[in-house]
C-alpha cells in the first residue's frame, strides 16, 4: 500500500553532518505521519523526529533536539533528516516510517504501520 525507502547513511566523523532521505510511494494519502526512528545494536528502538505530511510542525527527541531537522516535500514525496553535530551516541540504523491513521502519539513505534529497510549511520570519534 505504502512504500518508504530511506538512503543517505554512511560513515561521518563526530562533528560532521549528514542527510537522510525517505521517499514515499504508493497510496500516500493513506499515510499521515512520517517519523524517523533509530536503533542501535542492543538497545531498543528510539524515536528520533516525526512530520505529518499536511502540516509543517515537527516533533523531536531531546537527545537530537537542536542539532537534527526533518522536513518534507510533499510535492515529491520526500521526507529529509538533515543531521548536524554528530556524536557517537547518533550511531544506529535509521528508519522512516508512516502512519495509517491520525494519531497524536507520533513517538510511538507500534502507531506506524509502514517501514523502509533502514539505512546505518556511523559516527566516528
Known amino acids: 500500500q505504502v512504500q518508504l525507502v530511506e538512503s543517505g547513511g554512511g560513515l561521518v566523523q563526530a562533528g560532521g553532518s549528514l542527510r537522510l532521505s525517505c521517499a514515499a510511494s504508493?497510496?500516500?494519502?493513506?499515510?499521515?505521519?512520517i517519523g524517523w526512528f533509530r536503533q542501535a545494536p542492543g538497545k531498543e528502538r528510539e524515536f528520533v523526529a516525526a512530520?505529518?505530511?499536511?502540516?509543517?510542525?515537527?516533533y523531536y527527541s531531546n537527545s537530537v533536539k537542536g542539532r537534527f531537522t526533518v522536513s518534507r516535500d510533499g510535492a515529491k514525496k520526500m521526507v529529509y533528516l538533515q543531521m548536524n553535530r554528530l556524536k557517537s551516541d547518533d550511531t544506529a540504523v535509521y528508519y522512516c516510517?508512516?502512519?495509517?491513521?491520525?494519531?497524536?502519539?507520533?513517538?510511538?513505534?507500534?502507531?506506524?504501520?509502514?517501514w523502509g529497510q533502514g539505512t546505518q549511520v556511523t559516527v566516528s570519534s
Open positions: 516510517a508512516g502512519t495509517a491513521y491520525s494519531t497524536d502519539n507520533y513517538s510511538y513505534s507500534d502507531c506506524y504501520s509502514y
Open positions: 512530520i505529518p505530511w499536511s502540516s509543517s510542525y515537527t
Open positions: 504508493g497510496r500516500t494519502s493513506s499515510t499521515y505521519v
